[in-house]
């Protein structure tokens, strides 16, 4: 299975996707989108994949999204997608596309789902909180 994760290595929960996602044997097309930037095409057919509008899309901790003005709720979707061409940071992440969907993958474990061989237990975030027991079920929350 082809698994393509639309990355920011300085974002810990892409990096524990990225880690989830090399745990099951897989190893993914990284693109590291804030290097190659975004088409308004290609977020058009992320978005409509994973069944989110720009707005559900949008990255508002940590980015220019309230100093531009983006976070008011009438702003366009069209305008919401010139600013995310225009601003690669503010399209949240990490967004993973398989074979059996697309998602934007917050939390980190959202991306299980997606794999057709869940990573082996025990599974930790770099935080230390666990993803996967020894059995390789969801810890008890």
């Known amino acids: 299975m082809s698994i393509v994760i ?3 290595p300085d974002c810990g929960t892409s990096r524990n996707v990225l880690a989830i996602i ?3 044997g897989a190893e993914p097309v990284v693109i590291e989108y804030l ?3 975004w088409t308004r095409p290609q977020l058009q057919g992320l ?3 994973a069944g989110l509008t720009p707005a559900q899309a ?3 901790s940590k980015s ?7 976070t008011d709720p009438d702003v366009s979707d069209d305008a919401l997608l010139d600013a995310m061409v225009a601003h690669p940071v503010l399209v ?3 967004i993973v596309c398989t074979s059996r969907g697309v998602r934007l993958c917050r939390p980190s474990e959202a991306v299980l789902d997606l794999l057709d ?7 930790f975030k770099e935080d230390g909180e666990m993803i996967l027991d020894a059995d390789g079920k969801p810890p008890a929350r």
């Open 22 to 24: 090399r745990a099951s």
């Open 6 to 8: 639309h990355h920011n």
């Open 117 to 123: 061989s869940p990573p082996k237990g025990p599974l």
């Open 58 to 60: 949008l990255r508002v």
């Open 47 to 49: 978005f409509a994949a």
């Open 92 to 94: 949240n992440r990490p």
């Open 64 to 70: 220019p999204a309230q100093d531009l003005g983006l």
């Open 35 to 37: 290097k190659t930037g």
